[in-house]
């Protein structure tokens, strides 16, 4: 696996080449929808993404944890976790890349 992140300057470029906005015009695009998906899920909804996934926050309750150091009991208190699920597409474009010798790292939709 390629240890790269794709950043949000990243985003903004790929939006700059393929959209036709000004840069600047595209980094507010990329803001946006990243802060409508931040706001949606903070309110508790669910995010979908046709052929991405679904991004959902779930309720966790207390537990007990153990320090793994001393192997003494922790309270570990409720919170709220993010899911992500991804959808049967982007697993299939996943898999299909992978399954192609040599593509690693390579990006775009899969050949048949």
Not at 23 to 40: D, H, K, P, Q
Not at 69 to 81: A, C, D, F, L, M
């Amino acid at each position: 696996m390629a240890g790269q992140t794709v950043t949000r300057a990243q985003l903004t470029e790929a939006v700059y080449q393929e959209v036709g906005l000004s840069r600047n015009e595209s980094a507010e695009l990329v803001e946006s929808v990243i802060a409508e998906i931040s706001g949606a899920l903070a309110r508790g909804e669910m995010v979908k993404i046709s052929s991405f996934g679904s991004f959902a926050v779930r309720q966790k309750g207390q537990r007990v944890g153990r320090n793994p150091k001393t192997g003494q009991e922790v309270p570990i208190s409720p919170r709220r976790v993010l899911v992500f699920r991804a959808s049967h597409a982007l697993k299939d474009q996943i898999n299909h890349a992978l399954a192609r010798p040599g593509a690693a790292g390579r990006t775009g939709s899969p050949k048949p």
